[in-house]
């Protein structure tokens, strides 16, 4: 089992920048791709931006793209969120989230991750 800690959420004016952290339980994250999610009011929860395992592939939402950047540290079981030039429409709690991977491979859809997060709130001003 993994269990997942979110922090680095905050208010923030757009144009700003912020850096969320996902810190990790257990010996094992490296067997885990990694992704970031958001869920903003009365909106469905979305895929932000994942990692494989050995971080050799990244893929990100459109909606982000060029401006968000996800990375991950195994030696410290952390994977982080850079988030540059942000904008309201960014406004939401963030989650992370981890799947059991043997592939190698990234994911984008929640059905295909096992652990989530608690979230953290980022809320961007106009």
């Known amino acids: 089992q993994v269990q997942l800690v979110e922090s680095g959420g905050g208010l923030v004016q757009a144009g700003g920048s912020l850096r969320l952290s996902c810190a990790a339980s257990?010996?094992?994250?490296?067997?885990?791709?990694m992704g970031w999610f958001r869920q903003a009011p009365g909106k469905e929860r979305e895929f932000v931006a994942a990692?494989?395992?050995?971080?050799?592939?990244?893929y990100y939402a459109d909606s982000v793209k060029g401006r968000f950047t996800i990375s991950r540290d195994n030696a410290k079981n952390t994977v982080y969120l850079q988030m540059n030039s942000l904008k309201p429409e960014d406004t939401a709690v963030y989650y992370c989230?981890?799947?059991?991977?043997?592939?190698?491979?990234?994911?984008?859809?929640?059905?295909?991750?096992?652990?989530w997060g608690q979230g953290t709130q980022v809320t961007v001003s106009s």
């Open positions: 257990g010996r094992t994250f490296s067997r885990y791709a």
């Open positions: 989230a981890a799947a059991q991977d043997y592939s190698g491979s990234y994911y984008y859809t929640a059905r295909e991750y096992d652990y």
């Open positions: 990692i494989s395992r050995s971080a050799g592939s990244t």
